[in-house]
């Protein structure tokens, strides 16, 4: 099974500052990395797949960067809305998620 | 406007049978992979298995085979987790997803069918 690691687990950051999230996976899974983020109460959203292509309607100050096991999800200038948890997810073999970025405001 | 549209939450005993839906509109129900997702209380999300409403080719995450059951009926556009025996430590939010491919992301998400076991 693949081990996805996600980095930190919370990371605090102010409004209109950049926010880089970490997430490692334990073999290569190619480009097969997605993210997703989830608001309470809600279910989870589709961000990035393909570890670097948004998903329809993403605003483009969302980017994914990475292949292989290392994996970089950034906001560029967060938003009030994009306070959230964050999870990457490989779909190379099966479908694993890492544990998940809290992501709040400083 | 793809959809799924869960069914409604649920409180069941230990030892009791439970089958959750999700109804899918404004795509093909029959072309895309439906795959289900559990979210325990204050944790993350974990992929329990996945089924091709096409032909009901059906996989399991090895976490939960044995203990679920994931069908389809294609002609109401329709999928469904089953528990035959739930336990405590079943209570979740179970969540649907819609996926391109077997081992593709969930583009369009259920609402979420919270499902509390409890004696």
């Known amino acids: 099974e693949i081990v996805m690691t996600q980095s930190p687990a919370t990371l605090s950051v102010s409004p209109g500052e950049r926010a880089t999230l970490s997430c490692r996976a334990s073999q290569s899974v190619s480009i097969n990395l997605a993210w997703y983020q989830q608001k309470p109460g809600q279910a989870p959203r589709l961000l990035i797949y393909g570890a670097s292509t948004r998903a329809t309607g993403i605003p483009p100050r969302f980017s994914g960067s990475g292949s292989g096991t290392e994996f970089t999800l950034t906001i560029s200038s967060l938003q009030s809305e994009d306070f959230a948890v964050y999870y990457c997810?490989?779909?190379?073999?099966?479908?694993?998620f890492g544990q998940g970025t809290k992501l709040e405001i400083k | 406007e793809v959809q799924l549209v869960q069914s409604g939450a649920e409180v069941k005993k230990p030892g009791e049978s439970l089958k959750i839906s999700c109804k899918g509109s404004?795509?093909?129900?029959?072309?895309?992979?439906i795959g289900w997702v559990r979210q325990m209380p204050g944790k993350g999300l974990e992929w329990m298995g996945i089924?091709?409403?096409?032909?009901?080719?059906?996989r399991y995450s090895p976490s939960f085979q044995g203990h679920i059951t994931i069908s389809a009926d294609k002609s109401i556009s329709t999928a469904y987790l089953q528990w035959s025996s739930l336990k405590a430590s079943d209570t979740a939010m179970y969540y649907c997803?819609?996926?391109?491919?077997?081992?593709?992301?969930?583009?369009?998400w259920g609402q979420g069918t919270l499902v509390t076991v409890s004696s």
């Open positions: 997803a819609r996926q391109g491919y077997s081992s593709s992301p969930g583009d369009y």
């Open positions: 089924i091709y409403p096409g032909d009901s080719d059906t």
């Open positions: 404004g795509y093909s129900f029959t072309s895309y992979w």
């Open positions: 997810q490989q779909y190379n073999n099966w479908l694993n």
